[in-house]
């Protein structure tokens, strides 16, 4: 069907003209509402017959994006304002076909806004596409978290109550900006989303606001009833958060216990270190006083020594001087002959 489309545009010219063609027109300020409505319709038919290959030559030539953007913001017309968001989102779209991961929040935003319209039918549509959706696909779910379902849900609900409430000071009967029907279409997707095992995280402050107002109130009883399930289910999760929290909280505790135990033993190896250093030191001064003791007892004995030895040496000195002057008067007899009596030469 393709090939048949794109054969059929193409005997108009190549797309990518075209797409030129019809982008330029939508700049023109004398183009009239039902020609941009023509060129937008084209435009979606031109895209959609493309090949994936072209996506890129065709977004940095035509400047489709530009024209579509700025006659979004300049028209009054609601069906320019749609078409051009159509072939805004589709562009978006074509350009993401050659990666792998799927962008679920551009796919799902049109479902959302089907399940907040206030025609009940159209809402039913949404929801029921939504559960399909999110009933294959987990990344689904994260999508609609991430878009903020939860937290535009509780904002329509609230202005919708608010409104309400307003409404019955001066009205006894129920009245709403949104039927009940799509009311519940709202909440019965919120719960959906509560009752998976996603992590929603702190975004449902706002909606748990609303539904403890709301319950206090005098909605319809299947209205009331789907909040008090909802508030249920948020304090459940609030338990199991507060739980979780203090078992983190637990965690990092004794994490921080074992730490400083952790010092607490690396002091005590440092004092024993010091300890039995100043003890290695201690038995080091007290071998070197010994060894400086043994040393002064050894000099005191070799002194003694000397001073004994000294005093025998003077003795024995003196014995050997005694012999050489008793020699100087030993008396000679051959010299006694040779001398001269003095008395006879007298």
């Known amino acids: 069907m393709t090939e048949t489309l794109r054969s059929q545009i193409q005997a108009g010219g190549d797309i990518k003209s075209q797409i030129i063609h019809h982008s330029t027109r939508l700049r023109l300020r004398e183009t009239s509402d039902s020609e941009k ?36 913001l300049e028209t ?11 072939v805004i989102q589709l562009v978006q779209q074509i350009g993401t ?4 991961q799927t962008d679920w929040r551009t796919l799902l935003s049109p479902l959302i806004s089907l399940l907040f319209n206030p025609d009940q039918q159209i809402s039913n ?16 779910l994260l999508a609609l978290v ?52 996603i992590q929603i995280g ?27 399930q909802m508030l249920l289910i948020l304090d459940q999760d609030q338990e199991e958060n ?31 270190n010091t300890e039995e250093q100043r003890r290695s030191e201690e038995q080091q001064k007290r071998e070197a006083q010994e060894q400086l003791r043994i040393k002064d007892a050894e000099n005191q004995r070799l002194q003694a020594e000397i001073g004994r030895f000294q005093p025998q040496t003077g003795q024995q000195q ?14 000679n007899p051959s010299e006694q002959a040779q001398q001269p009596n003095r008395g006879t030469e007298e």
């Open 37 to 72: 409505i023509k060129s937008l319709t084209e435009l979606l038919i031109l895209i959609i017959a493309s090949e994936q290959g072209e996506w890129r030559e065709i977004m940095g030539e035509s400047g489709i994006i530009e024209s579509l953007s700025g006659l979004m």
């Open 76 to 86: 009054a017309n609601p069906r320019i304002r749609t078409l051009s968001g159509s």
């Open 97 to 100: 076909e050659s990666t792998e």
């Open 125 to 140: 549509s949404g929801k029921q596409s939504l559960f399909q959706t999110i009933g294959v696909k987990q990344e689904a």
């Open 146 to 197: 991430d878009i903020g379902l939860i937290e535009q849900g509780a904002e329509t609900l609230d202005l919708t109550f608010t409104s309400q409430q307003s409404s019955s000071q001066t009205s006894s009967s129920y009245q709403s900006d949104l039927p009940q029907g799509v009311i519940m279409n709202i909440l019965e997707v919120i719960d959906k989303i509560l009752k998976s095992d």
């Open 202 to 228: 702190d975004k449902t402050k706002k909606l748990r606001i609303v539904a403890q107002r709301v319950v206090q109130t005098q909605p319809p009883k299947q209205i009331k009833l789907a909040f008090q």
């Open 242 to 272: 507060d739980i979780q929290s203090l078992q983190t909280a637990l965690t990092e505790t004794q994490n921080r216990l074992r730490e400083a135990d952790e010092r607490i033993r690396a002091a005590e190896e440092i004092m024993r």
């Open 318 to 331: 003196q014995q050997q001087n005694i012999p050489a002057q008793q020699t100087n008067f030993n008396w």
